[in-house]
C-alpha cells in the first residue's frame, strides 16, 4: 500500500548528494530510511533469522529492507552500497543487460518506479536486480552468498505481499526464491570449500540487517534452506542428504554454550533443525 506524502517524510528522505552510475552514467538520488524517534519497533527474530519489526502508532508498518540496495533508476543496475561504485571493469556487459533487468519483473509489477519512495514492490525488484547484477561481480566481492542473502530477502518480501494479498500467489513466488536462496548459499559454501570465494571478505553476511550471523548465520542458514527446499522426491537421496546436513549442523555449531562467535540465537535454532532432522530420519527408518 502507497504511502502518503506526509507520512513519507517523517520516514524515509532522499540524499542531497546524486549518486553516479557507473554503468549508464545516469545521476539520482537515494531514498534513505530516518532512524530513532521511535520509528522501528524490533519484534520476533524468525527461524530464518529475520528480525521482524512491530507497526509504531505514529509512524505505522515500516519495513527497512526495502531501502538496502542502491538502484539505479535508468538502467536498474543494483548492488550493495559498498559494491555499486566498483562496475567499472563490467559495465559494458551491466549496460547490455539493461533491458533484460527492466522486463524481468513485467509479469508481476508494472509500475516499478524508483525516482520516487519505495514500496514493496521496490524492495522486491531491487534484490532481484542485484541478484541478476552480481553475477557480473569479480569473486572478492563475494557475489555467490550475496546473491543467496538477495534471493532470500525476495521471499520474505513476496510473504509479505501475501499477507497483503493473499489471493495473488505471492506466497508462490516466495517459494522460487527460497530455492533460488538455497541454490546460491549451498554454492557459496562449496565455493568456499574449493578456495574460489572467500566468505571472509563479506564484511555483513546478515542474513538480515539488524545483526552480522558471520560463517555461522551462513552455515545454518544454508542447512534450513535445505532442510525446507531440498529434494523431497528421492527418499534414498533425501536420508542421505540429511544425514550429511546433521553432522554438519551438529559439527559446526557445537551445540555448546553461546559466546560471541556463536550467539544464543544460533545455537538455540541449529538445535531446533538438528532435532528436526533426526526426528525425520528416524520416521524414516521405521518406514
Excluded at 547484477?133 to 532470500?152: A, E, M, N, V, W
Aim: glycine share 8%; net charge positive; hydrophobic share 35%.
Amino acid at each position: 500500500m502507497a504511502k502518503d506524502k506526509d507520512e513519507v517524510k517523517k520516514i524515509t528522505f532522499f540524499t542531497k548528494n546524486t549518486i553516479h552510475c557507473p554503468v549508464c552514467g545516469g545521476d539520482f538520488y537515494k531514498e534513505e530510511l530516518y532512524r530513532g524517534g521511535g520509528r522501528l519497533l524490533a519484534g520476533k527474530l524468525t527461524e530464518e533469522l529475520r528480525r521482524l519489526y512491530e507497526p509504531s502508532k505514529k509512524y505505522g508498518e515500516i519495513n527497512p529492507l526495502i531501502y538496502v540496495i542502491i538502484v539505479c533508476p535508468y538502467c536498474n543496475y543494483a548492488a550493495f552500497p559498498a559494491d555499486f561504485p566498483h562496475a567499472e571493469k563490467k559495465a559494458d556487459k551491466l549496460k547490455a543487460d539493461t533491458e533484460k533487468r527492466k522486463s524481468a519483473l513485467l509479469k508481476i509489477f508494472d509500475d516499478i518506479d524508483f525516482t520516487k519512495p519505495r514500496d514493496l514492490k521496490e524492495g522486491v525488484a531491487s534484490y532481484f536486480f542485484a541478484t541478476m547484477c552480481y553475477d557480473h561481480f569479480d569473486k572478492r566481492f563475494g557475489p555467490t552468498i550475496k546473491q543467496g542473502i538477495c534471493s532470500l530477502r525476495c521471499a520474505w518480501l513476496f510473504n509479505d505481499f501475501h499477507k497483503k494479498m493473499p489471493n495473488e500467489n505471492y506466497d508462490y513466488l516466495a517459494k522460487i526464491f527460497y530455492r533460488k536462496a538455497r541454490f546460491f548459499y549451498s554454492m557459496a559454501l562449496e565455493r568456499e570449500q574449493r578456495g574460489e570465494e572467500t566468505l571472509g571478505a563479506v564484511s555483513h553476511l546478515g542474513p538480515d540487517m539488524d545483526k552480522n550471523y558471520g560463517y555461522e548465520g551462513v552455515l545454518y542458514i544454508g542447512g534450513l534452506l535445505e532442510y525446507n527446499y531440498g529434494n523431497k522426491q528421492d527418499p534414498e537421496k533425501r536420508a542421505e542428504s540429511l544425514g550429511k546436513l546433521r553432522r554438519v549442523i551438529g559439527k559446526a555449531h557445537g551445540l555448546g554454550k553461546a559466546s560471541k562467535a556463536k550467539p544464543s540465537a544460533i545455537l538455540e535454532k541449529a538445535k531446533d533443525l538438528f532435532d528436526k532432522i533426526g526426528k525425520e530420519l528416524d520416521s524414516m527408518k521405521k518406514d
